[in-house]
């Protein structure tokens, strides 16, 4: 059993426009393989950037506090280390690669967990990413396609569950997966993920929605709001916020943020 | 060291090396007229690129002794699929081999020397007289003074080849000795060819190489030339390659400027044929502290001629690599097309990049369009990369494949893509060994 822990995490950015900006004012979060846990929260509250800093995105600076993997800190670790050692990152805006294929990349990305003498076999992995390919519902010649290059807003989040189900990693972040998703697009994407379910793999889902909840059924849902999580629950807490909107949540508890958006329940968004 | 402005180089050595090979009275002419030329001629210019201090006309040797071709031994060269094949070292030809029912259509594949004595009406007409002449600058002269080997590629009307005719040709650095290499392909009227080189350095002498190839690609002909260059770090060259294109010609180029030392590289396309065409890609690698100087030059003589470059390069530690993009349309070129693109990543801090785009148009009705960048690597391709877990030299190595791929597609014979990928690959390797320290 693995387990991630997120201890009084603060983080900031720099940015030209607005200087030095707080955005994570003390996370505190812990999960282990076996489970799986969802973050939920309104818009611009800090989900990508908690995402980010726990894969290690430099333009993330942590200020206080500490991630821990199995008791560690990885803090000092950069994020190709951090991904041998376990962590993927299903991203929000994946890049476009030209000129390398999506099955050349796939292929280096196990072989980096390999040492020289036990690189993964061409039949071994055609037949792994057949298999995956098959249970995505994807096309085979997007394995010969360039990595994410013109792939549409579908294409990519389903690839991103594709390289997930090919690299096997202990703990994987989705984010916002569900994001402009069409609703057969997303029970095809729950449908690899559950696959993955397991005492060797843990989740954390972050996700704007409630609905992707009911195709990937959580066991700890998290509510962020303002860099800071403000309440824990199970499965039911996500239903609960889908009744009373993050306002009657903020308000229940006493926060004092303005909200983007309330809207739980819109959540027909365009595939883009 | 400096450019020597007057040869060190007795005419009685040139006469005599012209002898030794049997060359005709015609060819022992061309080489003398060259020598006496030379102290009269400019050196050619070339934007941006200054190779004042470079050795580049000091010869040391011309002659030299035969090179051994034991020494090829352990060199893979691959041509398991070609219609011929020619290797030289040095001035020797250590191997000829054509396709017989290609000879018997009449095509040629031989050395220079061999070509004078059997061809030369064709070598007469063509030979430095068209596509370069000799005394167009110090450097065609010093050539045509002092060329010591080359090889010689005849097309008849109307053949076409469909397995490439392969080049191998070494330089003998194992002693002083000047590579002077100089090929001439004649592409006759309606034929089509696929043509590959391969330069190398055997042995760490330092020596000068003086490189022309000339490509005469007849009406309605269609040229493949690809070429992978691959000189050492110790040899100092000019490598000029030019096209010059009849009516509704075409060549298709394809180079892997690899070169390790300092080096001009100049690709011209003169075409002047009407509808006459030439596709130019070229990539380029440029390590440890070489300047690469690469002008491309496209010239549209004829009407609705087209002419597109595409040169990608990459820089590493700190290596200089200028690219030169020259698009010009003559007065009376009316309906061409003038396009070219060049872009240059840099991955050292201490690397010296620099892409010109030179347009001139000096007539009205035409299309012309330039892209030029020089950079650095994406930070969010190698973020996404390495958060899959691939190490930072490697996920390097994949952006960079993936922005020199779309040359490397261009060749158009599968071995020469994987000897020019592994190359590429070999020298990222190399190059990013030293980055670190
Ligand atoms: N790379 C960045 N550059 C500038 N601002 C950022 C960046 N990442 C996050 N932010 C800012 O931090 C806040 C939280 O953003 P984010 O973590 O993306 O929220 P969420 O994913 O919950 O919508 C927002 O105000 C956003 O504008
Ligand atoms: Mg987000």
Wanted: glycine share 8%.
């Amino acid at each position: 059993m693995s387990t991630l822990e997120v201890k009084n995490l603060h983080v900031a950015i720099d940015t030209q426009e607005e200087g030095h900006q707080e955005i994570l004012k003390g996370v505190n979060l812990t999960m282990s393989t076996g489970e799986i846990h969802a973050i939920m929260g309104p818009n611009g509250t800090g989900k990508s950037t908690l995402s980010e800093t726990i894969m290690g995105n430099p333009t993330y600076h942590v200020t206080d506090g500490d991630i821990l993997l199995d008791g560690k800190s990885i803090l000092n670790m950069p994020v190709d280390e951090r991904a041998r050692a376990g962590l993927f990152l299903a991203m929000q805006y994946p890049a476009e690669i030209a000129g390398v294929t999506n099955a050349e990349f796939l292929r280096a990305a196990i072989n980096a967990r390999r040492d020289d003498d036990h690189q993964i076999s061409v039949m071994e992995f055609l037949k792994f990413l057949d298999k995956n390919m098959k249970i995505l519902d994807m096309d085979e010649d997007m394995a010969e396609r360039y990595l994410n290059q013109g792939f549409s807003g579908g294409e990519k989040k389903r690839n991103e569950i594709l390289q997930l189900m090919m690299i096997q990693p202990s703990f994987a972040i989705l984010d916002e997966i569900d994001s402009g998703l069409d609703i057969d697009a997303m029970k095809v994407v729950a449908k690899g993920v559950n696959s993955m379910r397991g005492d060797n793999f843990g989740a954390l889902i972050i996700t704007h929605y409630q609905r992707l909840l009911n195709y990937i059924v959580p066991d700890v849902v998290h509510v962020i709001m303002d860099g800071r999580v403000v309440k824990t629950g199970g499965a039911d807490l996500a239903q609960k916020l889908e009744d009373e909107g993050y306002a009657g949540l903020r308000d229940e508890l006493g926060i004092d943020v303005p909200l983007v958006d309330d809207h739980l329940s819109t959540s027909t968004t365009k595939e883009g | 060291m400096k450019l020597a402005t007057t040869l060190p180089i007795d005419p009685e050595q040139v006469t005599a090396f012209s002898k030794a090979h049997g060359e005709p009275a015609w060819m022992t002419q061309i080489r003398q007229t060259a020598l006496s030329r030379f102290d009269d001629l400019e050196f050619p210019q070339f934007e941006r690129m200054n190779y004042r201090n470079w050795p580049l006309t000091n010869t040391q040797e011309l002659t030299g002794v035969d090179s051994d071709p034991k020494l090829l031994d352990d060199i893979e060269m691959f041509h398991d699929d070609a219609a011929g094949v020619l290797i030289q070292f040095g001035k020797n030809t250590t191997k000829t081999q054509l396709d017989p029912e290609l000879a018997q259509q009449g095509v040629v594949f031989t050395d220079i020397f061999t070509a004078e004595q059997k061809y030369p009406e064709l070598l007469k007409q063509y030979y430095m007289q068209l596509a370069i002449t000799a005394d167009a600058n110090k450097l065609t002269a010093f050539h045509a003074a002092l060329m010591n080997n080359g090889a010689f590629v005849y097309v008849p009307k109307n053949v076409v080849i469909k397995k490439p005719l392969q080049g191998f040709y070494f330089q003998d650095s194992t002693q002083k000795q000047d590579f002077v290499h100089h090929l001439l392909l004649i592409a006759d009227e309606g034929s089509e060819v696929t043509y590959l080189e391969n330069y190398q350095t055997v042995g760490d002498t330092p020596n000068v190489a003086n490189i022309l190839a000339e490509v005469i690609a007849k009406d309605n002909s269609h040229v493949h030339f690809s070429a992978v260059d691959e000189l050492s770090a110790t040899s100092t060259t000019y490598l000029n390659r030019r096209g010059y294109l009849m009516n509704d010609a075409q060549i298709d180029w394809a180079i892997g400027a690899m070169n390790n030392g300092n080096i001009i590289s100049d690709f011209d396309s003169e075409l002047k044929g009407r509808g006459s065409h030439a596709e130019v890609n070229v990539v380029a690698i440029a390590t440890g502290r070489q300047v690469q100087g690469i002008e491309t030059r496209v010239t549209n003589y004829g009407k609705k001629t087209i002419g597109n470059i595409l040169q990608h390069g990459v820089i590493l530690e700190r290596a200089t690599l200028t690219f030169n993009g020259v698009g010009h349309i003559v007065k009376g070129a009316r309906g061409s097309d003038a396009q070219q693109e060049s872009r240059v990543l840099m991955l050292s801090n201490r690397a010296i990049g620099d892409a010109n785009p030179i347009l001139l148009i000096d007539e009205n009705d035409v299309m012309a369009g330039h892209a030029a960048s020089v950079g650095r690597v994406d930070e969010q391709q190698m973020y996404y990369l390495m958060s899959r877990g691939i190490d930072k030299a490697t996920a390097e190595r994949l952006v960079i494949r993936g922005f020199l791929g779309s040359v490397l597609m261009a060749i158009p014979v599968k071995a020469a893509r994987e000897q020019l990928t592994a190359t590429i690959e070999r020298k990222l390797r190399d190059g990013q060994t030293t980055e670190n320290d």
